[in-house]
């Protein structure tokens, strides 16, 4: 093993950082025609009319596409439904005059420019009548039903049945905390905006670069409601700028750009703006009502965790929030509770740590809560309650290495210089708060088909269809390719990001390295085999009569384990195959069945400074340090961009991020990044990542969990745990505004 | 956003006798906010008058100094003149918006740009600053950043510039010119409060253009300070901001300005507070009181209500920090 462990900048970095990459609505195509879609201004109600007179004079457009004129599609909803739909009945752009949430497309301007397109949008008269409508999570809590059940319901049960007498439990125990909390909506907006361009083949054929997170998800989607076959359909997405979980369901501007492409026989891009990232899916509200309790030595007795989300009048999106401290604490008595409300906005979606990242503010605010009650540090009660096995299901971890995350990321901290006063540490102006909070995050692994195969230049060609979304799958698949026939980087080309490629599902759940990560390794595996066996079929092959167990690779040979020198060429091993490509296609899958017997996560732990202004209540996160226990590190540069990045997110989530939601106009008000907050340079200051050593010979081939969401889960509590330090005020809802504490 | 004409004026004339000449003809500047208004179908110009090349710099008058309102506010602020005679602009001016929009925003865009309220930049809800008449959506709606003094039934916008604080506490005159002549605005009487007509953020004429402004003399060097207080610590307007500027004699204070940004329709002076300080000692109870004087008639709406008691902490903290302005913080924030 030379590359995996190896901090490799990515291999792409080049291109993205001088404009050479390629995204989706980069592909500037021939004959090029642009679309621009036109959203409802109303949250409820009907289309009466739509007038497309003035925007068809206008010189230069093409078409309008109405629910009046648009081509026949699939009749069933089921062939709108993706990988990644929630249980319901899919939204069907254009179906008909019904709308269903503001921001709902309701009409594609499609002209020579882009420019003109838009201008068109502006000259479509549309009559609505408007009904009464619902968008708020807390006006709206007596509706709070479960989930309805489907697909998707696999990867998000609903939470465990009770355990013990809860009640009862709760109230004998002699220490005990309630406590609610609100999180407003979110919206990914990652730097890349959706846009597809097709490409119109003709005979039945397209060719669509789109901006997903899964290109076969893409394809799927658009065979099934333009009635194309599947192989006629290929869908591209060699770089993505970010997706976070938006790009983890086909958005509407794919259903667009192929409608017109198919319609208009030619080639069409439709690229949606900033604001129109604000039209589909988003982190829900929610709000999570907690209540646990303790023995006097600290032990959890009793855990409550109810939550209520909201979801769409169409789809029931549903996360997991309800059952996360089970996970991490044991305690007799137990009631969880998941409700959905139905809401007149559109069905949410996954958002970077869907679920984890919600709950576990609520969690370790409680714990910390209950720490103080107790008197007692807050890194003690955790560690008090440390769980060997997982208390939920009582099956032991695959692996499990979060004291050392505690422990390693208090001494880097300095968590023992903390006074446990509140507003007992300070410095000029500023209180000082220290706070901790705890991660945990599944490990996630998906089946995945990797084509591997040596050719004539004794180059490794690996192939599948994920994308990389910018998390540096590219450079990761490359190095553990690598390492299967000791190979140097640019000995290998990983392929990826088109449907054409054996499949992948998706790229999300932090699940992409585990899945095509191991599939390479069980692909490569078999290819060893092959490789072997044909190099028994060259005459006088050195290799005659050794197995597989007794040879080795390196540099392009293949050689006896304890003979060094008695080796054959790839080269010649290919030669042998009259010059063809020796190759393989594979599947990896989770080994679902040893795996029954156990659980499988990974765990984090943050330690927060905070500086408060003392008269203005200004808030700086100054300090930040975050363990991570993922398993095995493939390559600790990007994995750590992953931590930094999700740390900056936390911070983000805690303190900065939420899209407006008028409660009067049933619309998201803020649909521009000046007013979106997002962190900016300023807020950022020193950001520490460690990774602890966690062996893990049970979860996969790699013995890797995934880094892509683990580093966010514990942060935004942290902050607020280490903000009631600083002040002894408790912000609940998020995100906390500094004047909140005034 | 429509199809427009594009015209680069030669001289300030010739700029005012073809957008007099055309009601939907509009001066462009650096683009920051007319180009975004209009992508937002705010607004819909037949013809941009660029007057970027008009400027004529920074120079030195018998009592202060003229500054261009055609060069860019980055210019502006990193200005030996500026930043030596008038830091408290060049603070106020650096505390706004991005290194990249202050490198293509001008003085004149600055003094003219519009209200951040949600509400106004969204075309298809009720608001009586964009459409006359079509009721205030923020009255009732998410009004955090909200008016909390000198708004009216028809509006609760605020005015979103830093620049303009600092230039209502210096005491800043404008330079106009238009098809009826030339003419000077001293900075109170150019914002307007919106009242009945909250349409017209201004008294400015639909041809008149602002040529230049004019600082004068005293620039208060010595004690100055401008604090920004917002949801982030930089790319955001204010919540609310404050700028001081003292002049100090045997720690007495002989003259005081105080103007708070991100509290009303335009930058907030209140003389009586002012007056009010002159022959105190600069304490921070002198300035509290002063700061009860500047909120006196505060109104607060659902969300907003965190404004009055932020700026009045935020104007002590703000008059303190001018008594040492080596106390202040890049990006306008509060002392250590
Ligand atoms: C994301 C973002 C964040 C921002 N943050 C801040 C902030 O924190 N603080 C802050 O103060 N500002 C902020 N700004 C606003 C910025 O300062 C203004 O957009 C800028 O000053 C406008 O100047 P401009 O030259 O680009 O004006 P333009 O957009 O070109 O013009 C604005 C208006 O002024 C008119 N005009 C321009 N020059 C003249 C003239 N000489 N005479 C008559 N009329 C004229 C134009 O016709 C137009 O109506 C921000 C802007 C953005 C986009």
């Not at chain 2, 307007?192 to 003399?217: A, C, K, V, W, Y």
């Not at chain 2, 003389?271 to 300080?277: D, G, K, R, T, V």
Request: one cysteine or more; aromatic letters at 8%; proline letters at 5%.
């Amino acid at each position: 093993m030379t590359q995996i462990g190896k901090a490799i900048s990515r291999l792409e970095g080049w291109q993205k950082v001088t404009g050479s990459a390629k995204y989706a609505g980069d592909y500037n195509v021939p004959d090029l025609l642009y679309g621009y879609v036109v959203n409802s201004t109303i949250t409820k109600g009907h289309i009466i009319s739509i007038d497309t007179s003035d925007a068809l004079a206008l010189p230069g457009v093409i078409k309008v596409f109405t629910h009046q004129n648009r081509p026949g599609l699939a009749w069933f909803d089921i062939m709108y439904t993706d990988m990644d739909a929630p249980p319901g009945t899919v939204f069907k752009p254009l179906h008909d005059n019904e709308i269903k949430y503001n921001g709902q497309p309701v009409a594609l301007i499609v002209a020579e420019r882009f420019e003109i397109a838009r201008e068109a949008s502006a000259l479509i008269k549309i009559k609505y009548e408007e009904m009464h409508f619902e968008t708020r999570l807390d006006r709206n809590i007596e509706k709070g039903r479960n989930a309805k059940k489907g697909l998707a319901t696999a990867l998000k049960p609903p939470p465990p049945k009770p355990k013990g007498d809860f009640s009862l439990a709760y109230d004998e125990s002699p220490f005990k905390v309630a406590t609610e909390y609100r999180h407003s909506t979110e919206h990914h907006n990652p730097m890349e905006l959706f846009a597809t361009t097709t490409v119109y083949e003709g005979d039945g054929k397209l060719t669509i670069y789109d901006k997903t997170q899964g290109t076969i998800n893409s394809q799927i989607y658009v065979a099934n409601i333009f009635g194309l076959h599947f192989k006629d359909v290929r869908v591209l997405a060699p770089f993505v700028g970010g997706g976070f979980g938006s790009g983890l369901r086909p958005q509407y501007q794919l259903f667009f750009s192929v409608m017109a492409a198919l319609e208009l026989k030619r080639n069409v891009r439709v690229t949606l703006d900033r604001k129109q990232m604000y039209s589909f899916g988003h982190r829900p509200q929610v709000i999570q009502k907690l209540r646990f309790a303790a023995e006097t030595n600290g032990k959890l007795t009793a855990l409550s965790h109810l939550a209520l989300s909201e979801t769409s009048q169409f789809e029931d999106y549903a996360e997991l929030v309800a059952e996360w401290s089970h996970k991490l604490y044991p305690a007799n008595n137990t009631l969880f509770s998941y409700k959905l409300v139905p809401l007149d906005l559109y069905t949410p979606i996954d958002m970077r740590a869907p679920g984890g990242s919600t709950a576990l503010h609520a969690i370790e605010c409680t714990m910390d809560e209950l720490a103080y009650q107790l008197k007692m540090d807050p890194l003690e009660l955790r560690l008090k309650n440390y769980a060997e096995i997982d208390p939920s299901t009582d099956k032991p971890f695959t692996s499990k290495a979060l004291k050392d995350c505690y422990l390693k990321a208090a001494e880097k901290f300095g968590w023992n210089e903390r006074n446990p006063e509140p507003g007992s540490m300070t410095h000029g102006n500023k209180l000082i708060g220290y706070g901790m909070a705890t991660g945990i995050w599944d490990a996630y692994q998906f089946p995945a088909r990797v084509e591997i195969g040596v050719n004539a230049e004794g180059k490794l060609l690996v192939n599948n269809a994920t994308t990389d979304i910018g998390t540096g799958t590219l450079t990761v698949m490359t190095q553990i390719a690598a390492d299967q026939f000791g190979l140097s980087l640019d000995e290998v080309t990983f392929g990826y990001g088109d449907s054409k490629k054996p499949f992948s599902m998706f790229q999300g759940g932090s699940a992409m390295t585990a899945s095509t990560g191991s599939a390479i390794v069980i692909a490569a595996n078999v290819l060893k085999k092959k490789l072997l066996d044909k190099a028994k079929e060259i005459t006088n092959s050195p290799l005659k009569d050794a197995e597989l167990k007794d040879v080795m690779f390196t540099h392009g040979r293949m050689y006896l384990k304890n003979q060094v020198e008695v080796y054959v060429m790839l080269t010649d091993i290919v030669q042998a195959n009259k010059g063809k490509t020796i190759k393989t296609t594979n599947l990896g899958a989770p080994h679902m069945f040893d795996l029954r017997k156990y659980s499988k996560m990974t765990h984090s732990a943050a330690f927060v400074e905070v500086e408060i202004d003392k008269d203005l209540k200004t808030i700086t996160v100054t300090r930040a340090v975050t363990a991570v226990a993922a398993g095995k590190i493939i390559n600790p540069k990007t994995a750590t961009s992953q931590i930094t990045g999700s740390m900056v997110w936390g911070i983000s989530k805690a303190l900065y991020e939420e899209t407006i939601l008028d409660e009067n106009l049933g619309k998201y008000m803020n649909m521009n990044l000046g007013e979106y907050h997002i962190p900016v340079h300023a807020d950022i200051k020193q950001l520490e990542v460690i990774f602890v050593e966690e062996k893990d010979e049970l979860i996969n081939e790699l013995g890797v969990k995934g880094v892509g969401e683990i580093g966010l889960v514990a942060i935004p509590a942290a902050i607020a745990n280490a903000i009631f330090h600083a002040t002894g005020k408790r912000i609940n809802n998020l995100p906390i505004h500094f004047d909140e504490l005034l | 956003m429509n199809d427009f004409n594009y015209h680069k004026a030669a001289t300030i004339d010739e700029a005012v006798n073809v957008v007099n000449e055309n009601p939907r003809a509009a001066y462009l500047a650096g683009g920051t906010n007319i180009i975004d208004l209009w992508k937002y179908n705010i607004i819909s110009p037949e013809l941009l008058m660029d007057v970027n090349q008009l400027g004529e710099g920074i120079i030195e008058t018998s009592d202060g100094i003229r500054l261009s309102a055609f060069i860019t506010n980055s210019a502006t602020a990193w200005h030996p003149l500026i930043e030596e005679r008038y830091p408290l602009l060049s603070k106020a001016i650096l505390a706004g918006a991005s290194a990249q929009i202050r490198n293509m925003a001008t003085n004149g865009g600055n003094l003219l740009q519009r209200t951040r309220c949600y509400y106004f930049y969204d075309p298809n809800v009720p608001c009586n600053k964009r459409e006359p008449g079509s009721g205030c959506s923020a009255k009732e709606g998410y009004n955090r950043i909200h008016a909390i003094l000198g708004a009216s039934e028809q509006c609760i916008a605020v005015f979103p510039s830093d620049m303009c604080v600092a230039l209502a506490a210096l005491g800043a005159v404008l330079n106009v010119s238009g098809s009826a002549g030339n003419r000077s605005i001293s900075f109170n009487d150019f914002h307007r409060l919106p009242g009945d007509t909250p349409q017209l953020d201004n008294n400015l004429l639909h041809d008149e253009i602002i040529t230049s402004i004019d600082l004068p003399s005293k620039g208060f060097a010595t004690n100055y300070s401008y604090l920004k207080l917002r949801d982030r610590h930089s790319y955001a307007f204010a919540l609310v901001s404050v700028a001081t500027g003292l002049d100090l004699e045997d720690n007495i204070i002989k003259e005081a300005r105080i103007a708070l940004g991100g509290v009303a329709h335009k930058p907030w002076r209140v003389i009586a507070a002012e007056e009010y300080l002159v022959g105190k000692a600069p304490t921070a109870e002198n300035f509290a009181i002063a700061a009860e004087i500047i909120l006196q008639g505060a109104i607060s709406f659902k969300y907003n209500a965190f404004k009055i008691e932020l700026s009045k902490r935020a104007i002590v903290r703000n008059c303190l920090m001018a008594l040492d302005p080596s106390s202040q913080l890049p990006g306008s924030q509060p002392s250590a």
